[in-house]
């Protein structure tokens, strides 16, 4: 079993690359007709707010102690799940 510090590392450093990924996502919508574009940028803002509430949690779980800990890291794999999933569909979708 992880550490706190060890599962908010690799929490950290998984966000990282999300966070590429998006980047990567956002140069390919630049790149779209207008009409996808649109639709492209739509997906985008869904993600951008998975990954600061994804981030948020991180900063929660930096601070959290006891209890709190479980908790709180209950929350934060929920909302990184959700920002994997989106993450990978909007992968599929933008190819």
Same mark, same amino acid.
């Given at each position: 079993? /992880?550490? =706190?510090?060890?599962? *908010?590392?690799?929490l950290a450093a998984e966000l990282k690359e999300w966070s590429a990924q998006i980047d990567l996502l956002a140069v390919k919508a630049e790149r !779209?007709?207008?009409?996808?574009?649109? /639709?492209y940028v739509t997906e985008l803002d869904e993600l951008r !707010? =998975?990954?600061?509430?994804?981030? #948020? =949690? *991180? =900063?929660?779980? #930096?601070?959290?102690?006891? #209890?709190?800990?479980g908790t709180v890291k209950k929350t934060a794999d929920k909302v990184c799940d959700d920002l994997r999933v989106g993450l990978a569909s909007a992968v599929s979708k933008f190819k």
């Amino acid at each position: 079993m /992880k550490t =706190k510090d060890e599962y *908010i590392e690799d929490l950290a450093a998984e966000l990282k690359e999300w966070s590429a990924q998006i980047d990567l996502l956002a140069v390919k919508a630049e790149r !779209a007709s207008a009409d996808v574009k649109l /639709k492209y940028v739509t997906e985008l803002d869904e993600l951008r !707010a =998975k990954q600061h509430a994804a981030a #948020e =949690k *991180i =900063k929660e779980l #930096e601070g959290a102690s006891g #209890e709190a800990w479980g908790t709180v890291k209950k929350t934060a794999d929920k909302v990184c799940d959700d920002l994997r999933v989106g993450l990978a569909s909007a992968v599929s979708k933008f190819k």
